[in-house]
């Protein structure tokens, strides 16, 4: 993240990946378009002038508010957002890349939206990948074993939207 | 060449054709270190596929955590690692206090150096008993937890619990230390560095512990940085790379001035600062006792910890400061941050709307990690050696499932 010209470097390499940036956040953060991502975790972890080697967290941020009349206040639309953070270690530096994807794939409630994986990129991001499907809902194209990881493998719904409704049975258990 | 085919189990194993055969090991497994479920192809005595099923102990933290205030998360974090509840409860609080661009009081900082390294060694306890009970052995396991013990009961005076401490907060700490504390914590330091040394005898030299270990597992570098491994599996692998040094400012500003040396062997040659046990022969870089010694040798560098943070905290003349309100609301934003936790590297990461409730409360645990890494470990090698490879790793699963 740190020096001049590394984002130039990356918007060279990959014209137009990316899409938006914030270097004045308490982590600074750069928005790359979601189609690209892979692209852009490959060009990070290979050709980069600082090589993150290292991914440690994804996490999906589901930016929806169910109750209407708080709904109506808010500044930003319904979106999910994906967060990567990404760790260099022979630099012990890090970067946080952010993309924006639809709640819904096609508007259609209860269809997860595609996002390509960076498994081909770090092999660990196999199980981070799976917990996001899991408990966001987002489908990552390309992913090798993609299937749930916390929940049971038949539970309905992704627990972490934040218009999910816990389940009022499940195999005979009651849920309220 | 033919003698080589004579000590390799493995050898002999492919020489007789044998069905393939998946075994079920766990959850309830004594040897799982909680509900881990693997699932093992097996072929004879030789382990072709490793597959862990996790989520037996899911409690939705993650959702709960966008339900409660930044301060009323302290007790679930208390449940992800709950063998290094101070840990936790420090990752969380600083995570806070680094969206909300909070400092501490120069005394709550050292007491909260003193009380997570002190959780650390407890943590490293634990991990060494019940490696040694995987492996067989159950002495260890009892020497450990008798030293554990009292690190709980020193804890038991300091906040009141001995497992489920919520003792470090957002804002500081809930109390003080109660008079006398720190001459007993002294007290326990003198007395259990001594013991130590009945460890290396008990398992890091012992020689069968040395057959089961060294050579056992071996992960290369490259693997356990693509994995994002972090912690003592990391280091065992010869990565130098500790948080309390590399980590974010605000992270290592609270080991500033502290005088430690990351365990990590370096040219061949681990910190010498002590007299430690030999390297035996048979062990390679990035196998289980490599992994093991890590932390044996972390508990002793905690244990210089410890002594430096109590010097510093008694020096400390200032107010310990009052934790933050409850209902203190946070700017809107995110920030993410990892601290070095006995396990790996537990990274948390809120995003806030600008209230006091976190949009998303997230919590990248170092165990789940480690542990997605074991089926690359244990591809080709022997039943026995599942949990031996397995416990090398020393994951908790509440951290894990969250």
Known sequence: MRGPGFLEQLEEALPGAVVGRNLEAIDPWVEVASERIDDVCRWLATSSPVRFDSLQCITAVDWCEPDPKKAAKVSWQPHLEMVYHLWSTPTRVSLVVKTNLPRWKADVPGQPPEIPSVCGVWRGANWHEREVYDLSGV?????????????????EGFPLRKDYEMPLDYHGIRGK | MASMVDDDPRIIEFDVRTDEMLVNMGPQHPSTHGVLRLVLRTDGEVVSEVEPHIGYL????????????????????????????MNMNLGWALVVEKLMKYQVSEKARHLRVLITELNRIGSHLVGMGAYGLDLGTFSPFLYAFREREKILDLFEEACGARLTYSYITVGGLTADLPPGWLQRCEAFLGQFEPIIKEYHALLTTNAIFVKRTANIGVMSPDLAIEYGCSGPVLRGSGVDQDMRRDGEAIYTAMYEGYAFEVAVMKDGQYPRDREYPAVP???????????????????????????????????????????????????AGDAYLETECPKGQMGFYIVSDGSAIPWRARARSSSFSNLAV?????????????????????????????
């Open chain 2, 58 to 85: 899911h409690r939705c933290a993650e959702k709960i955590g966008e339900n409660l205030t930044h301060r009323q998360f302290i007790p679930y974090t208390d449940r992800m690692d709950y063998l290094a509840a």
């Open chain 2, 374 to 402: 074991a089926h690359e470990l244990c591809r080709g090698c022997l039943i026995a050696d599942v949990p031996a490879i397995v416990g090398s790793l020393d994951i908790v699963m509440g951290e894990i499932d969250r």
């Open chain 1, 139 to 155: 489908w990552f194209t390309g992913h090798p074993d993609l299937r749930r990881i916390l929940c049971p493998e038949d539970w």
């Open chain 2, 281 to 331: 022969a048979d062990a390679v870089l990035g196998d289980c006792w490599h992994r093991f010694f890590v932390r044996m040798l972390e508990v002793v560098q905690s244990m210089d910890l410890v002594r430096q943070a109590m010097d510093r905290y008694s020096a400390c003349n200032g107010p310990l400061g009052e934790p933050l309100k409850l209902t203190e609301k946070m700017p």
